[in-house]
């Protein structure tokens, strides 16, 4: 069983900045078995979307739509990965979720959490 734990969003102007964290609580494999962690996030009356992935050689992956604004990091041995947002847009404004990868950016686990709502607007 898995359990995510999204914290860090909230209120930003354009322009601005956020850093969001997740924990991962892993019941029967650590944090070393999973091989990509990836950010996803979903805006209201869209599909929820892969926007930055990393794997556990930190070789990171982003959507075209962040690329050279987001940054993915992972934390082997806190179990926590973290997406640093910079440049921020009002069409970032999404709820955020974090999740293992599979290959084909589909989520692994179905089980998500909470995640975290941030908003861009002035």
């Known amino acids: 069983q898995v359990q995510f734990v999204e914290s860090g969003g909230g209120l930003v102007q354009p322009g601005g900045s956020l850093r969001l964290s997740c924990t991962i609580s892993l019941s029967t494999v650590g944090m070393l078995s999973i091989h990509r962690m990836g950010w996803y996030r979903q805006a209201p009356g869209k599909q929820r979307e892969l926007v930055a992935m990393?794997?556990?050689?930190?070789?990171?992956n982003y959507a075209d739509s962040v690329k050279g604004r987001f940054t993915i990091s992972r934390d082997n041995a806190e179990n926590a990965v973290d997406l640093q947002m910079t440049s921020l847009k009002p069409e970032d404004t999404a709820v955020y979720y974090c999740?293992?990868?599979?290959?084909?950016?589909?989520?692994?686990?179905?089980?998500w959490g909470q995640g975290t709502q941030v908003t861009v607007s002035s």
């Open positions: 990393i794997t556990k050689g930190s070789v990171r």
């Open positions: 999740n293992a990868v599979n290959v084909d950016q589909t989520p692994i686990f179905t089980s």
